[in-house]
C-alpha cells in the first residue's frame, strides 16, 4: 500500500517514508490506494487472537515492505495484550480498548507502531520521535517507546506534573526517553512538534518524526481491532452493524472507516460527540468552525479543532453523498453521558467511562435510524477507573485502579524547561545526546 499527501499530487510514498517523514508539504498521509481484504477477514476463524489477526493482515496491508516473518515479530513484540468483545445483549456489544499497559486505546496504535519502526529501523541510523503528550497520551507513548533499539522518545508536555514515566529511561540515565516541559499549552506542543518535523535539517540529522496521531504509521493499525471486533461478532449478528464511536480528535472514526473500505462488511459509524461537538455542523453539510473548547464529563472529547480534519474531509471529497450515508453525527451532553453510565451498570452490570458513555448514549439516541435487528458495537476507549469520580456520581459504585495503572500516577520531573521556541526546542535535544 502506498501513501499521499492530503494536501498535494505529489507521487505517493512507501509505509515506511510515510511514518518516518510524517507531515508531508503541510498536509497529512492517507493511503493512496485501499486494499479489499474482505475474502480474508471474512472467513478469518472468530477464535483467533489479536496478535494472529496482526501478524496475518499487515503482511497484506504492507505488501513489499513487511513480509509474514517480520509481522509475527511486530505482533509479538507490540501486543502481549488484546481487544475484549462484551456482549451486553442482542443489540449492544461493548468492545473494550483500555487493556493495554496504560488503560488507554491509544496503546494499540502507539505499540504498533513503536515496534514497526523498531522492526524497519534495525538496519539504519536509527530514529528520534517527538510527542506531544499530556495525561494519558505520554503515558502511552513513553509506554511503547520505552528501551526500543534506535529509538529516542522525546516528549513535549504542558505545565503541571507528567506521570507514568521511570527516570530509568531518561536519556541522562542510559535509556532513550527525553521529557521536556513546554511553558505554553497543550497547542504549543504540538505546533513545536509540526515545527522540528518541518524544520528539515535537523529533522534528517536525527530522523525526526511523531507517534502522535497526524502519523498514519500510528492510526493505520487502530483499524485492526474494528475487524477484529468483527471476526468476534460476525457469527451472532442478524441484521445490520454499527459502530459507535467517541469522537474527539476523530482518528478512530477514520480508523474504522479505512477497516470499511478495506471491505469489512459494516453499514454506519456513528460519531459521538460531547457538547462541543467539533464536527457536528459540518457532518451535516454546513460549515466547519473552530470555537473554544469547552470542559465536560468526558475530557478526552474536549477537543475544539480536531487534529485529523483533513483526512476526514478527504473521505467526504471523495463521495460526499455515502459518507453522509455512512457516519451518523450525535451530541451527547453530561446529564445524558451520566445517565447512560448508570442505565450501563443497571441494566448490565457493567461500569464504563464517560467516553464509553457518551458513544452508548449516541447509538440509543440514533436508533430510530437503524433497522430493529441491528447491532451496535459500542467502543469504550478507555478504562472506567481512570474516571473514577464520574463513575461514582453516575453509578455509587466505587472501583479501584488496577495496581499497574495505580503505578503510572507517580510524577517525574522534566529533563529540561523550555519556552514554546523551536530553537529552545532544538537547543534542550542537542543537549541531551
Same mark, same amino acid.
Given at each position: 500500500?502506498?501513501?499521499?499527501?492530503?494536501?498535494?499530487?505529489?507521487?505517493? *510514498?512507501? $509505509?515506511? +517514508?510515510?511514518?518516518?517523514?510524517?507531515?508531508?508539504?503541510?498536509?497529512?498521509?492517507?493511503?493512496?490506494?485501499?486494499?479489499?481484504?474482505?475474502? $480474508?477477514?471474512?472467513?478469518?476463524?472468530?477464535?483467533?487472537?489479536?496478535?494472529?489477526?496482526? /501478524?496475518?493482515?499487515?503482511?497484506?496491508?504492507?505488501?513489499?515492505?513487511?513480509?509474514?516473518? %517480520?509481522?509475527?515479530?511486530?505482533?509479538? /513484540?507490540? $501486543?502481549?495484550?488484546?481487544? +475484549?468483545?462484551?456482549?451486553?445483549?442482542?443489540?449492544?456489544?461493548?468492545?473494550?480498548?483500555?487493556?493495554?499497559?496504560?488503560?488507554?486505546?491509544?496503546?494499540?496504535?502507539?505499540?504498533?507502531?513503536?515496534? *514497526?519502526?523498531?522492526?524497519?529501523?534495525?538496519? /539504519?541510523?536509527?530514529?528520534?520521535?517527538?510527542?506531544?503528550?499530556?495525561?494519558?497520551?505520554?503515558?502511552?507513548i513513553a509506554s511503547a517507546f520505552a528501551r526500543r533499539r534506535g529509538i529516542t522518545n522525546v516528549i513535549l508536555y504542558p505545565p503541571g506534573p507528567i506521570r507514568g514515566l521511570k527516570?530509568?529511561?531518561?536519556?541522562?540515565?542510559?535509556?532513550?526517553?527525553?521529557?521536556?516541559?513546554?511553558?505554553?499549552?497543550?497547542?504549543?506542543?504540538?505546533?513545536?512538534?509540526?515545527?522540528?518535523?518541518?524544520?528539515?535539517? $535537523?529533522?534528517?540529522?536525527?530522523?525526526?518524526?511523531?507517534?502522535?496521531?497526524?502519523?498514519?504509521?500510528?492510526?493505520?493499525?487502530?483499524?485492526?481491532?474494528?475487524?477484529?471486533?468483527?471476526?468476534?461478532?460476525?457469527?451472532?449478528?442478524?441484521?445490520?452493524?454499527?459502530?459507535?464511536?467517541?469522537?474527539?480528535?476523530?482518528?478512530?472514526?477514520?480508523?474504522?472507516?479505512?477497516?470499511?473500505?478495506?471491505?469489512?462488511?459494516?453499514?454506519?459509524?456513528?460519531?459521538?460527540?460531547?457538547?462541543?461537538?467539533?464536527?457536528?455542523?459540518?457532518?451535516?453539510?454546513?460549515?466547519?468552525?473552530?470555537?473554544?473548547?469547552?470542559?465536560?464529563?468526558?475530557?478526552?472529547?474536549?477537543? /475544539? %479543532?480536531?487534529?485529523?480534519?483533513?483526512?476526514?474531509?478527504?473521505?467526504?471529497?471523495?463521495?460526499?453523498?455515502?459518507?453522509?450515508?455512512?457516519?451518523? =453525527?450525535?451530541?451527547?451532553?453530561?446529564?445524558?453521558?451520566?445517565?447512560?453510565?448508570?442505565?450501563?451498570?443497571?441494566?448490565?452490570?457493567?461500569?464504563?467511562?464517560?467516553?464509553?458513555?457518551?458513544?452508548?448514549?449516541?447509538?440509543?439516541?440514533?436508533? +430510530?435510524?437503524?433497522?430493529?435487528?441491528?447491532h451496535v458495537v459500542v467502543l469504550a476507549t478507555g478504562h472506567p477507573a481512570k474516571e %473514577?469520580?464520574?463513575?461514582?456520581?453516575?453509578?455509587?459504585?466505587?472501583?479501584?485502579?488496577?495496581?499497574?495503572?495505580?503505578?503510572?500516577?507517580?510524577?517525574?520531573? =522534566?529533563?529540561?524547561?523550555?519556552? =514554546?521556541?523551536?530553537?529552545?526546542?532544538?537547543?534542550?535535544?542537542? %543537549?541531551?545526546?
Amino acid at each position: 500500500m502506498l501513501f499521499k499527501s492530503t494536501n498535494s499530487d505529489t507521487s505517493p *510514498v512507501s $509505509f515506511k +517514508e510515510a511514518v518516518l517523514r510524517c507531515l508531508p508539504d503541510g498536509g497529512l498521509y492517507v493511503p493512496a490506494s485501499l486494499l479489499d481484504l474482505r475474502q $480474508f477477514f471474512v472467513y478469518m476463524n472468530s477464535g483467533a487472537t489479536y496478535p494472529e489477526l496482526v /501478524s496475518a493482515i499487515a503482511p497484506l496491508l504492507l505488501q513489499g515492505e513487511m513480509n509474514p516473518y %517480520s509481522a509475527s515479530r511486530v505482533a509479538e /513484540s507490540a $501486543f502481549n495484550f488484546e481487544p +475484549e468483545l462484551v456482549p451486553l445483549d442482542d443489540h449492544y456489544s461493548l468492545l473494550t480498548l483500555y487493556n493495554g499497559p496504560t488503560g488507554v486505546f491509544k496503546d494499540f496504535g502507539v505499540a504498533f507502531l513503536a515496534a *514497526v519502526l523498531e522492526e524497519l529501523l534495525k538496519h /539504519s541510523a536509527g530514529a528520534m520521535v517527538i510527542s506531544a503528550g499530556r495525561g494519558d497520551t505520554g503515558v502511552s507513548i513513553a509506554s511503547a517507546f520505552a528501551r526500543r533499539r534506535g529509538i529516542t522518545n522525546v516528549i513535549l508536555y504542558p505545565p503541571g506534573p507528567i506521570r507514568g514515566l521511570k527516570p530509568a529511561d531518561f536519556v541522562p540515565n542510559g535509556g532513550n526517553v527525553i521529557p521536556i516541559q513546554v511553558r505554553g499549552t497543550f497547542d504549543d506542543c504540538q505546533n513545536l512538534v509540526k515545527a522540528v518535523i518541518n524544520d528539515r535539517p $535537523f529533522a534528517e540529522r536525527y530522523g525526526v518524526t511523531c507517534a502522535n496521531a497526524i502519523n498514519i504509521g500510528r492510526l493505520l493499525p487502530q483499524a485492526l481491532y474494528y475487524l477484529y471486533a468483527f471476526i468476534k461478532v460476525k457469527k451472532q449478528i442478524q441484521g445490520d452493524l454499527i459502530f459507535s464511536v467517541p469522537s474527539g480528535n476523530f482518528g478512530n472514526l477514520i480508523a474504522g472507516l479505512y477497516a470499511w473500505k478495506f471491505g469489512m462488511p459494516v453499514n454506519g459509524f456513528i460519531a459521538a460527540m460531547n457538547g462541543n461537538e467539533p464536527f457536528g455542523s459540518w457532518l451535516r453539510g454546513g460549515r466547519f468552525v473552530p470555537r473554544p473548547a469547552v470542559s465536560t464529563k468526558s475530557p478526552a472529547l474536549d477537543i /475544539s %479543532s480536531p487534529a485529523n480534519f483533513e483526512r476526514l474531509a478527504a473521505f467526504y471529497q471523495e463521495s460526499p453523498v455515502v459518507m453522509r450515508n455512512m457516519v451518523y =453525527p450525535a451530541a451527547v451532553d453530561d446529564r445524558a453521558t451520566l445517565a447512560a453510565m448508570e442505565k450501563v451498570w443497571r441494566q448490565y452490570q457493567v461500569i464504563i467511562d464517560p467516553h464509553a458513555a457518551v458513544a452508548f448514549a449516541a447509538a440509543e439516541q440514533l436508533s +430510530e435510524n437503524f433497522d430493529p435487528s441491528s447491532h451496535v458495537v459500542v467502543l469504550a476507549t478507555g478504562h472506567p477507573a481512570k474516571e %473514577s469520580q464520574t463513575v461514582l456520581e453516575a453509578t455509587g459504585q466505587h472501583i479501584k485502579m488496577p495496581h499497574g495503572l495505580a503505578l503510572l500516577h507517580e510524577p517525574a520531573d =522534566p529533563i529540561a524547561i523550555i519556552k =514554546p521556541d523551536l530553537t529552545a526546542l532544538e537547543g534542550a535535544i542537542a %543537549s541531551c545526546l
